[in-house]
């Protein structure tokens, strides 16, 4: 088919969104502006061929965008204009390195002639995110040249490969455009014959074929090993799980789960999954008797801060096994790099059903009488207290529920409290950066064209994306929030700072005093005062098909912090050995 351009960007932008549509994008955010016009009208041309979601504000349009790439496990674009509307984006870009998660920038800009000269709305946007891009490029100003076209078309098949090879994160494309920006006609005049010209785009041009890694000697001749199953998103939870189960087995290694591991979310494929690990660690004495000579951390290190010390402390052989060129190892220990993934295990040794060894016996043995101290004390506790939250959703969200987890206290609660289960929650989070930027943003994009969603998060990560709430006229599916408000940084009263007030209470914990029935009033949100813990399993247990809701539970602040202190380094007393 031959197409006729008579507007030299609109030719320009067609190249590159319909290189996109055929490598396989299916979702681009577009922040209105002027300068961005060429590109987003080139995307809406391709609707519904690739979606395109407008959204107001360019932070929480770049997380919501994360979100996106979260759930559908590929590539999402963005779409800005010049100025300082891409310097929004900078927070996700940096989230999007960390936590590998492809998205690919299109920050649209004047031509260099128009630059360093005092026009409007005109910074210096090459390299406008630092190192952070897996790789960043300029492109060149629009020509209206076969050879140019060629160009433009490889460098938009290589950004795609970029985003997503070897591991996921952002790629940045400068966009500079000359006059007119609308579609009207420029004196240009050039035929494409478009299937010659996108025939040799090919959609997937990898998978990396896998390499087998046999099980070392030396793991299988050690009787006090551990694994570590860390923060992780695979794209096929339970290929994952059942490497891991297999490797725990075949070794007679017990796994360490973190909450955010999808491991605590299908329980039954591995019979070693200990779970209390950082209440267990906290009794010194069993600390002592449960240290390990070699330990394997699979994905990044879990939160929990018992466990890192515990581990600094005696200083195991550490292997970590990850696909990624990254240091994994936070604790800088005696540590080998597998550049593997635990799928790719050589499962080659059948297992027996030999008798479980003694050190492994101990761990499960603590931790089911952990597990049962844990249970016991929450069955009874009838106030709404914030450590409460996640032990119960982790009983009561219905099946294979996409369940976001905020960061600070929210994402420490499920690595204490959240209950194994059979139920394959898929758990999400934004554990890169580890910020509160863009929590309801992300929550939305994963939400969005899925199954009914849940996200846990306090009051503070909640009002510092508000605006996310503009997303909701776009917004298809269904997104439930349990919000914690116990009005103000929960996790700061856990700090020694806390004790210092002034300047603790005004500088650290900022405390809003926020009406949320109010707020969400404003935006069009649905809300309701959750007043008892089976008012929640209500809620929970059957969740709507639409819209958005908020669930608030008004918790004490400082009783939380106190309910904390006093707690957490008890459950593990009193338990036989």
Known sequence: MQLVFNNINQLWSYVLTETLKRLGISCVVICPGSRSTPLTVAFAKQVPE?????????????????????????????????????????????????????????????????????SGQTIDQVKLYGN??????????PIAEMGMLNYLRQTII?????????????VHIN???????????DGTNFILDTENFFGGIVSHPFPVPRSLFPIPPQWQQCQRGIIIAGVAQPQDPEEYCRAIAYLSQTLQWPVLAEGLSPVRNNAELNPYLISTYDLILRNQQLAQTLKPEIVIQIGNMPTSKELRNWL?????????????????????????HLRISVEEIEKNIEIEKWEVNQYLKTWCDVDAQVRNNVDNIFVNIEPLIESKVAWLISQTLPPATPFFIANSMPVRDVEFFWKPNNLGIKPYFNRGANGIDGTISTAL?????????????????????????????????????????????????????????????????????????????????????????????????????????????????????????????????????
């Open 445 to 577: 994009g994963i939400a969005h064209q899925h199954q009914s969603s849940v996200i846990l998060t306090g009051d503070l990560a909640l009002l510092h994306d508000t605006n996310g709430f503009l997303i909701r006229n776009k917004f298809i599916g269904h997104l439930t929030i349990i919000l914690i408000n116990n009005n103000g940084g929960g996790i700061f009263e856990m700090l020694p700072i806390g004790k210092f007030d002034p300047p603790f209470e005004e500088f650290f914990a900022t405390p809003q005093d926020i009406d949320f029935a109010q707020l969400c009033a404003t935006y069009g949100v649905q809300h309701e005062l959750i007043c008892s813990w089976e008012q929640l399993q209500d809620k929970l247990e059957v969740l709507p098909n639409t819209g958005l809701r908020v669930l608030e539970l008004k918790t004490n602040r400082k009783y939380d912090a106190k309910w904390r202190k006093e707690n957490l380094g008890n459950f593990a007393n009193n338990i036989t050995v």
């Open 175 to 185: 966009v500079p455009f000359r006059d007119p920006l609308a579609p009207i006609h």
């Open 312 to 336: 600094t402390t005696n200083r195991p052989q550490h292997w970590v096994i990850d696909s990624s060129d990254q240091n994994l190892d936070p604790l800088h220990g005696q540590t080998t």
């Open 50 to 118: 690739i979606e395109a979601i407008p959204i107001l504000d360019e932070r929480s349009a770049a997380f919501f965008a994360l979100g996106r790439a979260k759930a559908i496990g590929k590539p999402v674009a963005i779409v800005c204009t010049s100025g300082t509307a891409g310097a929004n984006f900078y927070p996700a870009v940096i989230e999007a390195k960390e936590s590998r998660v492809p998205l690919l920038i299109l920050t649209t800009d004047r031509p260099p002639e128009l630059r360093e000269c005092h």
């Open 132 to 141: 952070y891009p897996h790789w960043q490029t300029e492109l060149a100003t």
């Open 158 to 170: 290589h950004a795609w490969e970029r985003c997503q090879y070897p591991v996921g994160g952002a």
